[in-house]
């Protein structure tokens, strides 16, 4: 690694301008220099990008005419780069003025393949919002400590699963290895899958919590439980399995699955959100042939079925250590947590 290298950094977005413009200027004001900006507009109608001209004329834009969702995006902004870094960052996000600094030092240890920042909330600095990404063997991702007060717990560099897409680093490479985002899942789990194809083949994750990102969340689609978010979560939950699960593991973690399934309809049933789910699991017939076409063509470069089994369920130890963690600091019971660890961890 090269002395000071180059980062691309790629922001997607939609009608977010509001946000967007204290991001780019937050990114203004890093101390670390060497970066360029692309922001992917998917077809806003906000003026962003006559904005972005006008404001911020350094910065490169993509520009579509409608919304191709959250993977295209990236990609697209992925592709037009060339430099060594990668750097995915939500819009609705602002960088603590050393957070790039950060980020790259930490690639200068050539032992893992990307990087998680810490991401706080916006508006509660002391709350966390996630400290590298875990995963749930049901078809789901988790942010490592979320909704968790900021006591030092995720104060040092550790190894975790994967990263929050909203706030990542990578090399490169990376992408040569493992591939870009999936674009049929549009938006939501399409970093799921990434984490997930990347632990398949082996490769390391490193959160740095020296780099602190603030983070709204579901800023555009207005709250993180809608008919959108329910229709694409279940359907990409269901993508992510099919993608990645060799009828073997599919098999040995089937009580995970369904436990964390059962779980998921019975939420959306809780939040009136039926038909949504409904809609989302229709929509996974038609992607099924693909998908697991994918699969086949990327086992070729896979780790062990022993070896993928043993990350997922460490993972999985992990995520259920935090979500207990936090239910205990609120006076929750995690009774039925317990019983789920002991029978099936």
Same mark, same amino acid.
């Given at each position: 690694m090269v002395a000071d290298p180059f980062v691309d950094i790629v922001i997607p977005s939609w009608n977010g301008w509001g946000l967007l413009e204290p991001c780019l200027r937050s990114i203004v004001g890093q101390s670390y220099r060497?970066?360029?900006?692309?922001?992917?507009?998917?077809?806003?109608?906000?003026?962003?990008?006559?904005?972005?001209?006008?404001?911020?004329?350094?910065?490169?834009?993509?520009?579509?005419?409608?919304?191709?969702?959250?993977?295209?995006?990236?990609?697209?902004?992925?592709?037009a780069g060339e430099h060594p870094l990668v750097?995915?960052?939500?819009?609705?996000?602002?960088?603590?003025?050393?957070?790039?600094?950060?980020?790259?030092?930490?690639?200068?240890?050539? +032992?893992?393949? =990307?990087?998680?920042? $810490?991401?706080? *909330?916006?508006?509660?600095?002391?709350?966390?919002?996630? !400290?590298?990404?875990?995963?749930?063997?049901?078809?789901?991702?988790?942010?490592?400590?979320?909704?968790?007060?900021?006591?030092?717990?995720?104060?040092r560099q550790r190894e975790v699963f994967g990263a929050c897409a909203g706030a990542a680093l990578y090399r490169r490479e990376f992408f040569t290895l493992v591939g870009v985002f999936d674009e049929e899942f549009f938006a939501y789990l399409e970093d799921v899958d990434l984490n997930l194809r990347a632990n398949r083949q082996g490769l390391s994750c490193l959160f740095v919590p020296q780099a602190r990102v603030y983070h709204v969340g579901s800023a555009t689609t207005?709250?993180?439980?809608?008919?959108?978010?329910?229709?694409?979560?279940?359907? +990409?939950?269901? =993508?992510?399995?099919? $993608?990645?699960? *060799?009828?073997?593991?599919?098999?040995?973690?089937?009580? !995970?699955?369904a436990v964390y399934q059962c779980s998921w309809l019975l939420f959306c049933v809780k939040r009136?959100?039926?038909?949504a789910y409904l809609r989302g699991v229709a929509g996974v017939f038609p992607h099924v042939g693909v998908l697991r076409k994918k699969y086949r063509?990327?086992?070729?470069?896979?780790?062990?079925?022993?070896?993928?089994?043993?990350?997922?369920c460490r993972a999985e130890q992990e995520v259920v250590a935090s979500i207990m963690r936090r239910r205990r600091a609120v006076g929750k019971s995690n009774l039925l947590l317990r019983m789920y660890r002991e029978i099936f961890l």
């Open positions: 060497s970066y360029t900006v692309t922001v992917v507009d998917n077809g806003s109608t906000d003026g962003t990008v006559s904005l972005l001209g006008e404001l911020f004329p350094e910065v490169r834009v993509v520009s579509f005419s409608e919304n191709k969702g959250f993977s295209v995006a990236v990609n697209a902004g992925i592709q750097f995915l960052l939500n819009n609705d996000t602002e960088l603590a003025p050393d957070c790039l600094e950060q980020l790259v030092h930490a690639t200068f240890d050539n +032992n893992h393949q =990307f990087f998680a920042a $810490k991401m706080l *909330s916006f508006h509660e600095r002391t709350l966390l919002d996630g !400290a590298g990404d875990s995963y749930l063997r049901g078809g789901a991702g988790y942010r490592l400590g979320t909704m968790e007060h900021d006591s030092g717990l995720f104060d207005g709250s993180k439980i809608n008919g959108v978010t329910v229709r694409l979560s279940t359907r +990409n939950s269901f =993508f992510v399995l099919l $993608k990645n699960y *060799s009828p073997g593991l599919f098999f040995r973690f089937l009580p !995970a699955i009136k959100q039926l038909s063509a990327s086992k070729k470069t896979e780790l062990s079925p022993a070896a993928t089994a043993a990350r997922l």
